[in-house]
């Protein structure tokens, strides 16, 4: 049974970069994509974008000047960063195994951006 | 605005039926998949029907999708009160190459 955990700071400054970690195991990390997804209190799921173990990824076009995703198979994780950070980008960031579509998922990491 | 448009909220008794649709507001989204989460409160979504009408390995037969055109729906049977959640679905916007969300729909179980 696959588990991933999400970790990252929790509190981060506006105009700071937040960077956030995937955890998997019970999974080869290299077997397949990898999404993140996010969602502010009280609303719905937005997609931030997917990564393959190569390297290859896709960002959600709205976000994707400020977003950063990598891979390292040694350690089986991801890496999320998300640069020039405001209120609106808090939220509960999610990591997914992704199978052409997100089909297993972290339990999320809350992140607060305030001064 | 999402491109996948969901009724806000809808309920039901214990035991009846309900559905939830997805309807998708511009062609962008085209002939691709639909796939619905589910999300408890507190809990991450989880996946509840992909390819449009096909269920996970532990999801109930009371959890039925469907999709004709540019509107899909998912049907819940049976309702039990630890069904009331928060039901999302979603699909890959071709023209975007990004995933899309609808903005959920909260069902109450009276």
């Known amino acids: 049974q696959v588990h991933l955990q999400e970790s990252g700071p929790g509190l981060v400054k506006p105009s700071e970069t937040l960077s956030l970690t995937c955890s998997v195991s019970g999974d080869s990390i290299s077997r397949f994509y990898w999404s993140w997804i996010r969602q502010p209190a009280g609303k719905g799921l937005e997609w931030i974008g997917l990564i393959y173990s190569s390297g290859k990824f896709n960002y959600n076009p709205s976000l994707k000047s400020r977003v950063t995703m990598s891979v390292d198979t040694s350690k089986n994780q991801l890496s999320l960063k998300l640069s020039s950070l405001t209120a609106a980008d808090t939220a509960v960031y999610y990591c997914a195994r992704d199978r052409g579509y997100p089909d297993f998922w972290g339990q999320g990491t809350r992140v607060t951006v305030s001064s | 605005q999402s491109v996948l448009t969901q009724p806000p909220s809808v309920s039901a008794a214990p035991g009846q039926k309900v559905t939830i649709s997805c309807s998708e507001s511009t062609s962008k989204v085209g002939n691709n998949y639909i796939y619905w989460y589910q999300q408890l409160p507190g809990t991450a979504p989880k996946l509840l029907i992909y390819?449009?009408?096909k269920r996970p390995s532990g999801i109930p037969d009371r959890f039925s999708g469907s999709k004709s055109g540019t509107s899909a729906t998912l049907g819940i049977t049976g309702l039990q009160t630890g069904d009331e959640a928060d039901y999302y679905c979603?699909?890959?916007?071709?023209?975007?190459?990004?995933?899309?969300f609808g903005g959920g729909t909260k069902l109450t179980v009276l």
């Open positions: 979603g699909t890959w916007d071709s023209s975007l190459s990004c995933w899309v």
């Open positions: 390819d449009n009408n």
